[in-house]
T-cell receptor, first 115, second 110 residues
Framework: EAGVTQSPTHLIKTRGQQATLRCSPI?????VYWYQQALGLGLQFLLW???????NRGNFPPRFSGRQFPNYSSELNVNALELEDSALYLC??????????????FGSGTRLTVV | DQQVKQNSPSLSVQEGRISILNCDYT??????FLWYKKYPAEGPTFLIS?????DKNEDGRFTVFLNKSAKHLSLHIVPSQPGDSAVYFC?????????FGTGTSLTVIP
């Protein structure tokens, strides 16, 4: 069974540009979560999608947005990039409304560097 | 508002000794707790869990303790091995969404 896959692995952007990060959940998982791990910080919750809808949003500005497609894959968009957006962005997936004993399954992340 | 806190950013332990990682939470509705382990450039992986109906769960060298009255959980690793060197995150949930702590970087010294 394929795990959660994220692309690209690394992304370098210039301040002010837009970044698009992609995530494919485990087959059968309909919930997708996005987290930001900035240097020296923990996992900051960004967004939760389920069945194509945004279920919850963390304390991030509106330039962080995303969507979930009919096949449950998801995209995270970051507009007007700032230097402090440089971080590891992690995607996780889970079963819908049914908490698994092991919580979420995470992908390996996309390392975004803003220069 | 950080509902799950890990107050020790780092911990160093000699190989063979016990590692104790701590986690505090504020939401009394949390009823399920997890520990994740994360290596650099990888996503976190599930390590061990505990339900609020228990106060201890053991899996090999890893034991998680839950003190509901103190809203505190801890992870014990005995004996610690160099391969245990990683960042450990605790997480708590009251439904489908998990809230993560800030992580503790464990270094096991050979």
């Amino acid at each position: 069974e394929a795990g959660v896959t994220q692309s690209p692995t690394h992304l370098i952007k210039t301040r002010g540009q837009q970044a698009t990060l992609r995530c494919s959940p485990i087959s059968g998982h309909t919930s997708v979560y996005w987290y930001q791990q900035a240097l020296g910080l923990g996992l900051q919750f960004l967004l939760w999608y389920d069945e194509g809808e945004e279920r919850n949003r963390g304390n991030f500005p509106p330039r962080f947005s995303g969507r979930q497609f009919p096949n449950y894959s998801s995209e995270l968009n970051v507009n007007a990039l700032e230097l402090e957006d440089s971080a590891l962005y992690l995607c996780a997936s889970s079963w819908p409304w049914d908490r698994a004993d092991y919580g979420y399954t995470f992908g390996s992340g996309t390392r975004l560097t803003v220069v | 508002d950080q509902q799950v806190k890990q107050n020790s950013p780092s911990l160093s332990v000699q190989e063979g000794r016990i590692s104790i990682l701590n986690c505090d939470y504020t939401n009394s509705m949390f009823d399920y707790f997890l520990w994740y382990k994360k290596y650099p450039a990888e996503g976190p992986t599930f390590l061990i869990s505990i339900s609020s109906i228990k106060d201890k769960n053991e899996d090999g060298r890893f034991t998680v303790f839950l003190n509901k009255s103190a809203k505190h959980l801890s992870l014990h690793i005995v004996p610690s091995q160099p391969g245990d060197s990683a960042v450990y995150f605790c997480a708590a949930s009251a439904g489908n969404q998990f809230y993560f702590g800030t992580g503790t970087s464990l270094t096991v010294i050979p």
